[in-house]
């Protein structure tokens, strides 16, 4: 029998999922033509996150927000400045694994610690899905090529995801998040479905980014 979710699960599995989604549509333009702003707004993130937590009533929010500040540096360092090299894309938003893991081991900020271990999920997966498919060659294509030539490098990849391997591996990685997010949402714990939010979410990106992609 599956055990009764803590009050405002919900709503936390929601922001979770929104905040995966922000850097999409809000982080990724702005860091290409602000790239230091983008840095900057980190510290606005985590003094804001920081604040939150002092209050009780806030506490959990500035939690998950201050998880929500380790995932927007690592895409501001990478597609600010790395971003022609996607062999370094999984190890730099990585950065703040260190960081999380220890605080974990101690108790402390499981909210924010599991949204980045969630999100972190998520792009492991994702990026996986581009090594097992020989995409990364496209991938850094796409961060070099005028725009003019985009329509028939995103052509080539969807012409690649469109065999049996490519729907085949897409099929088995969407049934490992369903899984673990699944899974996730079993538990009665707050940051156990703050986990499922931004693994399940993922799904909802790399969604659209297909859709994208079939239209060239």
Known sequence: MLEQPVPNTWLFFGASAFLVSVPVFFQAPLVRAFPWLSLGLTGVWLAVSLFLRKRPATHLAGDLLLGFSLTWLAGS???????T???LHLPVEAIALPFTLITLSRGWGKVGNWFYLGSLLGTA???AYFYLMNLIPA???LMQVPPDQIATIF???VVQMQTPAGVGWAIALVALLL?????ALRSASLHAWVFAGAVLSTLLVDGLFWLVALQF
């Open 85 to 87: 090299e996607p062999l």
């Open 139 to 141: 991938w850094r294509q």
């Open 179 to 183: 899984t673990v997010g699944g899974l």
């Open 155 to 157: 052509h080539q990849a």
């Open 77 to 83: 360092l990478y597609w600010g400045w790395l971003r």
């Open 125 to 127: 997966v994702t990026d």
